[in-house]
C-alpha cells in the first residue's frame, strides 16, 4: 500500500480536484483507490465523488458523507474519524492511499502521521509568489515528521509553460481551465496528471500505524480480599492477585476505586460494611462496574472523548439534558471513594460529571443526532433541538435534571 498526502498551504488552489483526478486515473489503471478527506470540518471531496463507493476501484471516507450540516469535530472525535477510516482501508485493502488534507498545518496533520507511514507528498500550488511562499514554509513540517519521504510539487490553474524553480522536483503543470470548468479537467490534461502518477508509483509501500497514549487505570490484578485491619486504626487490606501470579496487599483509609475490574468487589465492600463509617448512597448504587466501564472505555486510551448529558447535574453552570460535548477524564478525585468522572467543557468553564449523569457517544451517535437536527454552539457543544428538550422535560423534568426555567437556560447558550 502506498499512502500520498496532497496539500497546500493555502485554500482554493485546487487540491480537491487534482486528489480526485488523480484517483480516477489510478483507478482507470485498475487500481484500488482509497481516498480520506481530512479536511473534515470543511469536506468537499463528495461534491466531487457521490457516496462511499462511487466507482467500482474508488473507495470515499468524507465527513460530507457523514453529515448532512455542517459540523465542527475535534480531539478525540478527529481521531475517532481518522480511525474508522483505518478500519476501512483494512477492509479494502487498497494499492493506494490518497489523503486530501486541510490547507495549512492543523492537528488533523499531526494525527495523520501518528496513524499513517507517509509514502509522497505532493504539494498542489498555484504559479503565484503567495502560493509558493505557504509550500516553503510548510515544507520542514512535513520533513520533520515524514522523514526522508520524497515530495513532488504540482502547479495548478497554469496559464504558461515557464518552468519556475522550487527546492523539491516539479511533478506536473495543470493548465488553467476555460471559465474555471474543471469537469474535463482529467481528459485535457491526463499527461500531466499521468506524470503524477508515474511519480507516486514508484514511492515506498508503507504499514499503518497505531495510536494510543496511557491508561488512566491498572486493569492487570484482581482483589482476591478486603478487611478492616483493627491495629491500623481500621485500615482496610486489599489483598490483590495479578496476572502474572503476583501477590500484593494494599493499606489504605478508605477502600477506593482501583479500577473497573475490582470496583465492584470494592462497591460490594462498601455496601456490606456501611457499620464502620463506610457510606453506601444513591450515587454508588447507580455508578455500578458497567456504567462506569463505558465511561473509562468511551477514552479509548485517549485524553478527551464525546459524552451526552442524561441527567443534568444542578450546578453554577446549568446544562441541558441530551446535550452532546467533549470530556477528559479525572482520576483520583476526592469523595466517592474516588470513584472516576469527567471534566465537561463549556465556554463558561468545565463542569464535573459522575458516570450516572452521561453516556457514551460514538461517530455514529452524533452523526445521527446532527442529522436530526442538533444545534452546534460555538464551544463546539451540540444542543438538542427545542421541541426535543420540551418533549422531556414534559416526560421526565426534574429526574433529569430539567429544571422549570430550562428554555431560559436553553436560550442563553443559543445566544
Not at 468487589?265 to 455500578?288: A, M, S
Request: aromatic content about 10%.
Amino acid at each position: 500500500m502506498k499512502a500520498i498526502i496532497v496539500y497546500s498551504g493555502k485554500g482554493g488552489v485546487g487540491k480537491t480536484t487534482t486528489t480526485a483526478n488523480i484517483a480516477r486515473l489510478l483507478a482507470e489503471q485498475g487500481n484500488k483507490v482509497f481516498i480520506i478527506d481530512a479536511d473534515i470540518n470543511t469536506p468537499s471531496m463528495n461534491t466531487e465523488f457521490d457516496g462511499e463507493h462511487p466507482q467500482e476501484n474508488i473507495w470515499v471516507h468524507s465527513s460530507g458523507n457523514m453529515f448532512d450540516k455542517f459540523i465542527y469535530l475535534e480531539k478525540s472525535m478527529v481521531r475517532q474519524y481518522l480511525e474508522s477510516a483505518k478500519k476501512k482501508l483494512r477492509q479494502i485493502n487498497p494499492n493506494f492511499v490518497l489523503i486530501d488534507t486541510p490547507p495549512s498545518v492543523t492537528n488533523v496533520h499531526i494525527e495523520l502521521l501518528s496513524r499513517v507511514k507517509v509514502s509522497y507528498v505532493l504539494f498542489v500550488t498555484q504559479p503565484t509568489n503567495l502560493s509558493n511562499q505557504d509550500v516553503l514554509r510548510t515544507m520542514n513540517f512535513f520533513h520533520e515528521r515524514c522523514g526522508k519521504v520524497n515530495c513532488g510539487i504540482v502547479e495548478n490553474m497554469c496559464y504558461d509553460e515557464e518552468k519556475r524553480s522550487y527546492p523539491i522536483k516539479l511533478v506536473a503543470q495543470i493548465p488553467m481551465q476555460d471559465k474555471m470548468n474543471t469537469e474535463n479537467l482529467l481528459s485535457n490534461a491526463k499527461s500531466e496528471f499521468q506524470k503524477i502518477v508515474d511519480e507516486v508509483v514508484v514511492s515506498e509501500s508503507v504499514v499503518l500505524e497505531e495510536y494510543s497514549t496511557e491508561n488512566g487505570y491498572d486493569e492487570s490484578f484482581d482483589i482476591t480480599n478486603m478487611y478492616l485491619i483493627q491495629s491500623k486504626r481500621h485500615y482496610v487490606r486489599h489483598e490483590l492477585k495479578y496476572d502474572d501470579g503476583t501477590e500484593k496487599t494494599l493499606n489504605l483509609p478508605i477502600p477506593k476505586f482501583l479500577s473497573v475490574r475490582t470496583w465492584s468487589k470494592v462497591r460490594d465492600y462498601i455496601r456490606y460494611h456501611d457499620q464502620t463509617g463506610f457510606h453506601f448512597d444513591l450515587r454508588i448504587e447507580k455508578c455500578d462496574a458497567e456504567r462506569v466501564g463505558r465511561m473509562i472505555n468511551n477514552f479509548k486510551n485517549d485524553e478527551n472523548a464525546y459524552f451526552m448529558v442524561t441527567n443534568a447535574p444542578n450546578t453554577a453552570i446549568h446544562l441541558i439534558t441530551g446535550e452532546i460535548g467533549l470530556c477528559s477524564l479525572l482520576t483520583g478525585q476526592d469523595g466517592h471513594y474516588e470513584l472516576p468522572r469527567v471534566s465537561y467543557q463549556t465556554s463558561k468553564g468545565n463542569v464535573v460529571l459522575f458516570p450516572d449523569e452521561i453516556m457514551p457517544v460514538d461517530m455514529n451517535l452524533i452523526q445521527q443526532q446532527i442529522n436530526e437536527g442538533y444545534v452546534m454552539l460555538s464551544d463546539g457543544r451540540y444542543l438538542p433541538p427545542k421541541e426535543t428538550v420540551d418533549m422531556c422535560y414534559n416526560t421526565y423534568g426534574h429526574r433529569v435534571g430539567l429544571l422549570d426555567d430550562w428554555e431560559k437556560i436553553y436560550d442563553g447558550w443559543t445566544k
